[in-house]
């Protein structure tokens, strides 16, 4: 039974427990989705879309008449969506093809010129 609201037992329906179920594992699938695809630089949009998704399913089974261990999941899955859209995106240097310590030897970047 989930606790009593106003003094009253609030009866919940199958249709409410398969909502409550399905929002809170899709909150943590989809937040573990957008986590997994934001260090990519071409993930950074569709990570960032999954994220909303996974706060949006977090939120519909917080709201919904959740308790226990369904509760817990969806606030798990709303803080994993949340670390998503809160991560820095990734730092590539595409034209930085080389590296900057093989060319200390041969000269390439000296400090002081021989000239």
Same mark, same amino acid.
């Not at 594992?25 to 986590?35: D, F, R, Y």
């Given at each position: 039974?989930?606790?009593?609201?106003?003094?009253?037992?609030?009866?919940?329906?199958?249709?409410?427990? !398969?909502?409550?179920?399905?929002?809170?594992?899709?909150?943590?699938?989809?937040?573990?989705?957008?986590?997994?695809?934001?260090?990519?630089?071409?993930?950074?949009?569709?990570? !960032?879309?999954?994220?909303?998704?996974?706060?949006?399913?977090?939120?519909?089974?917080?709201?919904?008449?959740?308790?226990?261990?369904?509760?817990?999941?969806?606030?798990?899955?709303?803080?994993?969506?949340?670390?998503?859209?809160?991560?820095?995106?990734?730092?590539? +240097?595409?034209? +930085?093809?080389?590296?900057?310590?093989?060319?200390?030897?041969?000269?390439?970047?000296?400090?002081?010129?021989?000239?």
């Amino acid at each position: 039974m989930p606790p009593a609201q106003y003094g009253k037992l609030v009866v919940m329906r199958a249709s409410d427990r !398969a909502a409550v179920w399905l929002g809170s594992v899709l909150s943590v699938v989809v937040g573990l989705w957008a986590l997994g695809s934001v260090v990519f630089p071409f993930g950074l949009i569709g990570g !960032a879309v999954a994220s909303l998704f996974g706060l949006v399913f977090g939120g519909l089974a917080v709201f919904a008449p959740a308790w226990g261990r369904w509760r817990k999941t969806a606030f798990v899955g709303i803080a994993i969506s949340s670390l998503a859209l809160s991560s820095p995106p990734p730092r590539f +240097c595409m034209s +930085c093809s080389r590296s900057s310590t093989s060319d200390w030897g041969r000269g390439g970047l000296s400090a002081v010129s021989n000239g």
